[in-house]
């Protein structure tokens, strides 16, 4: 163990931050594979949040950033240095005429969005019922589902960067584009709360919502995923090209391709991520050599401090 990581934990025990050593991480994603963590810290407020950035940087401890664990992959190896489980539940709401303010921490899990709306006659927040995961992690990769995105209802974005300083970027600062946002293409900050602005007018009637919903339930396998692995390239599905190439099926050790969905990988007990990034990277290849595609992954893959490239 390095003498940084031995006075880095010092220092957090000096400030009362509970955390846990070489904590298992396989339990805390969506696809059950992953190593350990140095340290596992759970954050519950800015305050800490500011305060573990700081002196993880003067401790030279790389630092990574776990959600809901609903679209990540972390590496049979683990994850070196501390991992921040992004725990800020933070909920104030207020309502206006034609529309409701919510600020809510970036630990708030989405599905709780689609339980409000439902009590405040907005049914168009139904999409976040189907999107697991944390406020923090839909913003990081702008999640969302027929048609419609996270950053439809952004005001603006409370943020820090990885030396503790708190900055707060508007809607069109965050970036958002398809599936990713500012924050995923530089992996410079960690969020930490949002403003957002439900209007009370819905987009969609209810029946429509209902519609989609159910659609939504019967294309969907049943089974331990991280969802779609891929981004939709333009103008296309990445679901329909791995099942031209073939791939519907495939497996390796215990982690296959959904017979269902193909965009869906499953595992089916026991798989390991290097299961997954064998997978991964024998589907991209076939989807390439049968039509020239190649697909860019829409999880994201987490071990030793670093964001891992495939
Ligand atoms: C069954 C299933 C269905 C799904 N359906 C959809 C869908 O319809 N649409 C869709 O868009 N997604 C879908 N997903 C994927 C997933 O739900 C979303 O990507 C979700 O937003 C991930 O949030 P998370 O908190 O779990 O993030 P995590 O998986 O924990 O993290 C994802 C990335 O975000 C980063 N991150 C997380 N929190 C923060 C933060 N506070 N600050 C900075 N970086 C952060 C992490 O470092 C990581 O790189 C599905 C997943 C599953 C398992």
Redesign the pocket.
């Known amino acids: 163990m390095t003498t940084s990581l031995v006075l880095f934990k010092k220092q957090l025990l000096a400030l009362g931050f509970s955390f846990e050593e070489n904590k298992v991480l396989s339990s805390l ?2 696809w059950g594979v992953g190593g350990e963590a140095d340290v596992f810290l759970p954050v519950v407020d800015e305050k800490q949040l500011g305060v573990v950035l700081r002196l993880a940087k003067e401790a030279e401890i790389p630092v ?9 992959l972390i590496v049979d190896e683990g994850v070196r240095g501390v991992v921040l489980a ?1 725990k800020i539940g933070l909920w104030d709401e207020e309502e206006f005429e034609n529309h409701f303010m919510l600020r809510l921490g ?1 630990g708030v899990m ?1 599905p709780r969005l689609s339980m409000w709306g439902k009590k405040h006659g907005v049914h168009d927040l139904e999409l976040f019922s ?5 406020l ?10 027929w048609g419609y ?1 996270v950053s439809d209802y952004i005001v603006e974005v409370v ?1 820090y960067d990885f030396e503790g300083n708190r900055h707060v970027f508007s809607q069109t600062q965050c970036g958002f584009v398809y ?1 990713s946002s500012m ?2 293409q530089c992996s410079n ?4 709360e949002a403003v957002l602005s439900i209007p009370k007018q819905n987009k969609l009637s209810k029946e429509v919502v209902e519609e989609k919903a159910r659609y939504r339930d019967s294309q ?1 396998p049943i089974g331990r ?4 692995v891929f981004k939709n390239p333009e103008g296309g599905f990445a679901g329909k090209l791995i099942e031209e190439a073939g791939c519907k099926g495939l497996q390796i050790g215990q982690a296959r391709v959904s017979d269902q969905h193909a965009n869906f990988f499953l595992n089916l007990g026991g798989a390991k991520a290097a299961d997954f990034l064998q997978l991964i990277r024998e589907v991209k290849k076939r989807v390439k050599e049968k039509g020239g595609v190649e697909l860019v992954e ?1 999880v ?1 893959f ?1 071990g030793g401090g670093l ?1 891992y490239e495939i």
């Open positions: 994603c969506t990574t950033i776990l959600g809901g664990g609903c679209n990540v992004m970036a989405t189907k999107i697991p995961g944390t923090g992690g839909a913003i990081f990769g702008n999640a969302g589902a995105a943020a599936r924050f995923k900050f960690v969020i930490a969907q995923s991280a969802g779609s829409e994201r987490l964001f």
